[in-house]
């Protein structure tokens, strides 16, 4: 069975950084994408980043692109996903997904991925 657990969120100020992990256990797939997610109350889960296992390809929402970085570590499924610049509207919960077989799209569609970690909270103040 998959698992997928977040860590990292917090509370910062505005125009600071947080780097969010993303670990797996029992993730055996060769071919996949990570995608990391979030969602702010009262709104839709919106992808906003991922990357490809094949060839590390990345893709970013509009929103976030040059602020945020999605990688993958050195330890074995983990992956990362450093938000620098943090505004206001970044405040959510963030999650990280695994889909197997499925490429890194330019649209991170949250229905392609069926694993999913619990979430973790971001918290930015003005």
């Known amino acids: 069975e998959v698992h997928l657990v977040e860590s990292g969120g917090g509370l910062v100020q505005a125009g600071e950084s947080l780097r969010l992990s993303c670990v797996a256990s029992?993730?055996?797939?060769?071919?996949?994408?990570i995608g990391w997610f979030r969602q702010a109350p009262g709104k839709e889960r919106e992808g906003i980043s991922c990357?490809?296992?094949?060839?590390?390809?990345?893709n970013y929402r509009e929103s976030v692109k040059g602020r945020f970085t999605i990688s993958s570590g050195n330890a074995k499924n983990t992956w990362y996903l450093q938000m620098n610049g943090l505004k206001p509207e970044d405040t959510a919960v963030y999650y990280c997904?695994?889909?197997?077989?499925?490429?890194?799209?330019?649209?991170?569609?949250?229905?392609?991925?069926?694993?999913w970690g619990q979430g973790t909270q971001v918290t930015v103040s003005s």
């Open positions: 997904a695994a889909a197997s077989y499925l490429k890194c799209a330019p649209y991170i569609q949250r229905g392609l991925y069926n694993y």
């Open positions: 029992g993730f055996t797939f060769d071919e996949y994408a």
């Open positions: 990357i490809d296992s094949r060839d590390g390809k990345t």
